[in-house]
Each structure stands twice: as structure tokens, then as C-alpha cells.
């Protein structure tokens, strides 16, 4: 008896977790009014004051004396890909400040193959399975999110629809006044 209860309950928590995700892919793929400006909102749950002891390798300008910002994007998420296709279109050459790119995803095949199909190969990226150094680092679970780190210390997370808006929002867009 115990053990088919422990079973329903299990059934029921994953049915509960799929629910969840349709729900916000759903969301996501949901169209916004076509002269809806694109949004930049806060992130709520994340590690602020987080100190990265060593940057990954692709990151190491992040590591620096000034204002750099982490993009992370999702696999499995329809803003990602749209935020994705932005920075294939326009690359990093409106940015005053280092930027860093993180591809979480189940497997590294499928973030490989997301920086493949997006053109983001020559950008500054790092595929992170399972989402495990973001998470771990920084306790984000929510994606597309942009890490602002100002002096290797996370000052700010945003979440974000506009690769555009959001460099402006953080002050690191080339026609923006820094943001101190």
C-alpha cells in the first residue's frame, strides 16, 4: 500500500512539473501586441553579491574592472531562440563591455546544436548541462536572463526580451551613458 501511494505521489509530482513547463512554454510562444515594447524586468531569485573565483574560459574578460553582463538562454525556450536570432543578426558590436553567453541545456549535443542553428559560434558562449554552473554560481533557473556584474561582482539580473533594451537598461549599449 505504502508503495502505491509513494508511486501516485511521484505520478503526480511529474504530472504537476510537466504541467508547469507547458504552462510557461506556452507563455512564452504567446504573441505580444505588435507595438508592445520589448521588456527588461527584474530577476527575483538569484545570488546578488555572488564572487566568481575563476571565470570559465570563454568568460575571462568578464573577470575584469568593469561592468560585463552573462546572457542565459535556454534550449527549450521560444524567447531564448528569439533573443538568440538577435545576437546572431546584430553580433556584440553595440556593446561597451565584455558579455558572455550561457546555453543551458539537457545534453551538450542540443547546445551545441543550438549555437549551430542560431549562428553563435563566434560569439563568447558556454554550453552549461543541466544548467549546472548557473545554477550552482549564481542559483538562476529562469531563462532569458542577463547577469550584470560590475567589478566580478553580480549587481544586477534581469530578465529580457531585447538584447537591444536590455543593453541599454544595464548602460552598456555604445549610445547609453554608463551606469554606475
Not at 524567447?79 to 553567453?101: N, T, Y
Not at 538562476?140 to 531585447?162: E, I, K, N, R, W
Not at 536590455?166 to 549610445?175: I, S, T
Amino acid at each position: 500500500m505504502t508503495i502505491v501511494l509513494a508511486c501516485a505521489l511521484l505520478l503526480l509530482t511529474a504530472a504537476v512539473v510537466v504541467l508547469f513547463a507547458m504552462m510557461g512554454e506556452l507563455a512564452s510562444r504567446t504573441a505580444a501586441a505588435p507595438d508592445a515594447p520589448a521588456t527588461v524586468s527584474p530577476l527575483e531569485e538569484y545570488r546578488l553579491g555572488a564572487v566568481v573565483e575563476e571565470w570559465p574560459e570563454p568568460f575571462a574578460a568578464l573577470g575584469g574592472d568593469s561592468r560585463g553582463v552573462l546572457l542565459v538562454l535556454s534550449t527549450v525556450c521560444a524567447s531564448c531562440a528569439k533573443v538568440a536570432a538577435q545576437l546572431s543578426e546584430r553580433g556584440l558590436s553595440g556593446v561597451s563591455g565584455p558579455v558572455g553567453i550561457v546555453i543551458s541545456c539537457a545534453e551538450q549535443a542540443d547546445g551545441d546544436d543550438f549555437v549551430r542553428r542560431h549562428g553563435l559560434a563566434d560569439l563568447p558562449y558556454l554550453v552549461d548541462v543541466r544548467g549546472a554552473w548557473v545554477a550552482g554560481s549564481f542559483s538562476v533557473s529562469q531563462s532569458p536572463t542577463a547577469l550584470v556584474f560590475d567589478d566580478s561582482v553580480l549587481s544586477q539580473g534581469h530578465l529580457f526580451t531585447s538584447v537591444a533594451d536590455l543593453l541599454r537598461e544595464v548602460g552598456l549599449a555604445k549610445d547609453s551613458p554608463a551606469i554606475v
